[in-house]
T-cell receptor
Framework: DQQVKQNSPSLSVQEGRISILNCDYTNSMFDYFLWYKKYPAEGPTFLISISSIKDKNEDGRFTVFLNKSAKHLSLHIVPSQPGDSAVYFCAASARNTDKLIFGTGTRLQVFP | SQTIHQWPATLVQPVGSPLSLECTVEGTSNPNLYWYRQAAGRGLQLLFYSVGIGQISSEVPQNLSASRPQDRQFILSSKKLLLSDSGFYLC??????????FGPGTRLLVL
């Protein structure tokens, strides 16, 4: 049972435009969500997180939105840059646990 | 600042051979430590996690084992590798917050 789903395996965006990566979850006990960026043959890099008490968190070009009623979160990157080309994973954690459940990732390609 | 090391970076092993992957964390004490595997085209699967020395929790039945002999050392092992053990192995740590930070990974190819 995939508790965290990233239904788009890939996304292609032009440089300077907005990239929107989506993530859905099924477990209502999740209360903390994270996004990671991963280049090939490297470990994932933490990007941004959001607690369920918020519906938006912003850090520079990256903004994460959380819609608890829809059990949906999204990562917005604006403006997109070629260096943003990577695989993006969303992850979720339930209260009273340090374990993260990861989605299967979305490969973002930003072209000039 | 905290850093996390993994070695080796790449490993090619024959089926049936033993395995030992090492992970160490610097710049923090009493971290939670995690081993993940990323199979080709798949997400990250949690294999083991540890909240302290000698404390190991296994998430999935498998051919692998983990040990934590020291506070900041986490070892992933196997007595006999299978073809299906091939993948990209990642170690991660966390401290207090639920954000986890990953090492550079080890690519294992079992032939």
């Amino acid at each position: 049972d995939q508790q965290v789903k990233q239904n788009s395996p890939s996304l292609s965006v032009q440089e300077g435009r907005i990239s929107i990566l989506n993530c859905d979850y099924t477990n209502s006990m999740f209360d903390y969500f994270l996004w990671y960026k991963k280049y090939p043959a490297e470990g994932p890099t933490f990007l941004i997180s959001i607690s369920s008490i918020k519906d938006k968190n912003e850090d520079g070009r990256f903004t994460v939105f959380l819609n608890k009623s829809a059990k949906h979160l999204s990562l917005h990157i604006v403006p997109s840059q070629p260096g943003d080309s990577a695989v993006y994973f969303c992850a979720a954690s339930a209260r009273n646990t340090d374990k993260l459940i990861f989605g299967t990732g979305t490969r973002l390609q930003v072209f000039p | 600042s905290q850093t996390i090391h993994q070695w080796p970076a790449t490993l090619v092993q024959p089926v049936g051979s033993p395995l030992s992957l090492e992970c160490t964390v610097e710049g923090t004490s009493n971290p939670n430590l995690y081993w993940y595997r990323q199979a080709a085209g798949r997400g990250l699967q949690l294999l083991f996690y540890s909240v302290g020395i000698g404390q190991i929790s296994s998430e999935v039945p498998q051919n692998l084992s983990a040990s934590r002999p020291q506070d900041r050392q986490f070892i992933l092992s196997s007595k006999k590798l299978l073809l299906s053990d091939s993948g990209f192995y990642l170690c991660a740590w966390s401290r207090a917050l639920r954000d986890q930070y990953f090492g550079p990974g080890t690519r294992l190819l079992v032939l």
